[in-house]
C-alpha cells in the first residue's frame, strides 16, 4: 500500500505546493527584504554623500528602512484588501480555477450533509405529492435538484468549471 502511494503524482503535486508556499512566504520574502536593504546601501547610499551623513551605518539604514516601511507595507496591504478591487479580481480567479466550486468537497459534505439534503427533498416531494401541492414546474425544479445532488454525491461536477482536476 506504501508504494501505491509513490506511484500516484499527487504527493508530488503537494509537496511543490508546500515547498512553493514555504519558500516564498518565508525564505524568499526574508532574503528578498535583506538583499534588498544591502544593495540600496552598498550600491546607492554609499556612493551618495548627502544620503550617507543621514545614514552612516547600515544598521541605521536597515532599522530605519524597517521602521517606515513595515508600517507602509501595513498600510499598501489593508488598501490591496480593502480599498481597491484588486483582491476582489484575485478571488474572482481563484472561485472560477476552484474546481471544488463545482463539486463536493471530500468528507462530511460528501458524506454526510448531501445525502441528507437528497433525502429531505425526497421526503419532501413526497408530502407535497400526496397532499396535491406539487406543481408541474415544482416537480421538475426539484427533479433537477435531486439528479444534481446525486451527480455530486458519485463526485461528479455540476454546472461549468473552468479546469477539472486529473481523472475527472
Known amino acids: 500500500m506504501r508504494l501505491r502511494q509513490f506511484a500516484n503524482p499527487r504527493w508530488i503535486y503537494r ?11 518565508y525564505f524568499a520574502f526574508l532574503l528578498g527584504y535583506a538583499s534588498t536593504a544591502v544593495s540600496v546601501y552598498y550600491l546607492a547610499i554609499k556612493n551618495m554623500p548627502d544620503l550617507l551623513k543621514v545614514f552612516p ?18 498600510f499598501v496591504g489593508w488598501l490591496h484588501m480593502k480599498r481597491t478591487s484588486l483582491y476582489t479580481s484575485e478571488a474572482d480567479i481563484g472561485a472560477e480555477a476552484n ?16 445525502p441528507t439534503f437528497l433525502e429531505i427533498l425526497k421526503c419532501n416531494r ?7 401541492l406539487l406543481s408541474p414546474e415544482d416537480g421538475q425544479a426539484i427533479s433537477r435538484l435531486e439528479k444534481d445532488l446525486q451527480t455530486l454525491i458519485s463526485g461528479g461536477y455540476v454546472g461549468h ?6 481523472g475527472n
Open 15 to 25: 509537496g511543490w505546493f508546500y515547498f512553493r508556499l514555504g519558500y516564498l512566504t
Open 57 to 74: 551605518r547600515f544598521f541605521d539604514f536597515a532599522f530605519w528602512g524597517t521602521f517606515v516601511g513595515v508600517p507602509l507595507a501595513v
Open 126 to 132: 413526497r408530502i407535497l405529492a400526496l397532499n396535491n
Open 99 to 114: 474546481p471544488y466550486n463545482y463539486k463536493l468537497i471530500p468528507g462530511y459534505w460528501k458524506e454526510v450533509l448531501a
Open 161 to 166: 468549471p473552468k479546469r477539472r482536476l486529473p
